[in-house]
């Protein structure tokens, strides 16, 4: 079935820094690639999202790259910001996701700390 | 426009009983969904509901089990509660279904089991 995998961290990073969280993913046909954000004690917000190859999804700073060939979308940012900090999730939409058509699969997310 | 919005936000039973957590989807969404949450397997899909029709189904067992309303509403019900049912369950509802489609999520409800 379909898998993702990231760095499950925690990520600990200094203001301004850059960030990058890798995400590879196994899917069979042509996923869409997503990356939530969890705040503490909130639910998941759609960040970016990317559905064919060589895409770029972009929000806030943050940018991911479909890459097909690699079956990776890193998440990227080139300054971070204490306010960023969060658990990030990778996720995908295709075929036989979480054992049905279309429910999303993710990866067990990414503690990011930011340290002013 | 308003999210998705999940009652209660915060519940506690006792093994054994039964509990029923709602959820009103985005205005217009047709596509509901839902996910459990725990520190130990991290988000895994329960099921997804279309058009009052259950399209998809993850690998759990059936006391858990879902309806959606013809206003696109949907309740999921987990029955003879165990331990191992304490998690954060997530709604989420997309316009339609297809992996393309964005799917925006609740704050979710916290199920504590005793």
């Not at chain 1, 004690?41 to 759609?46: A, P, T």
């Not at chain 2, 308003?2 to 009652?7: I, S, W």
């Amino acid at each position: 079935g379909d898998s993702v995998t990231q760095m499950e961290g925690p990520v600990t990073l200094s203001e301004e820094a850059f960030l990058t969280i890798n995400c590879t993913y196994t899917a069979t046909g042509y996923p869409s690639l997503f990356w939530y954000v969890q705040y503490p004690g909130e639910g998941l917000q759609l960040l970016l999202k990317a559905t064919k190859a060589d895409d770029k999804g972009s929000n806030k700073g943050f940018e991911a790259t479909y890459r097909k060939e690699t079956t990776s979308f890193h998440l990227e940012k080139g300054s971070v910001q204490v306010s960023d900090s969060a658990v990030y999730f990778c996720a995908l939409s295709g075929l036989s996701s979480g054992g049905g058509a279309d429910g999303l699969t993710f990866g067990k997310g990414t503690h990011l700390i930011i340290q002013p | 426009k308003a999210g998705v919005t999940q009652t209660p936000r915060y519940l506690i039973k006792t093994r054994g009983q039964q509990v029923t957590l709602s959820c009103s989807p985005i205005s217009g969404h047709r596509s509901v969904s839902w996910y459990q949450q725990t520190p130990g397997q991290g988000l895994q899909f329960l099921f997804e509901y279309f058009s009052e029709t259950q399209r998809n189904k993850g690998n759990f067992p059936g006391r858990f089990s879902g309806r959606q309303f013809s206003n696109s509403r949907s309740e999921m019900n987990v029955s003879t509660l165990e331990l191992g049912d304490s998690a954060l369950y997530l709604c989420a509802s997309s316009p339609s279904t297809g992996s393309g489609n964005t799917i925006y999520f609740g704050e979710g409800s916290w199920l504590t089991v005793v």
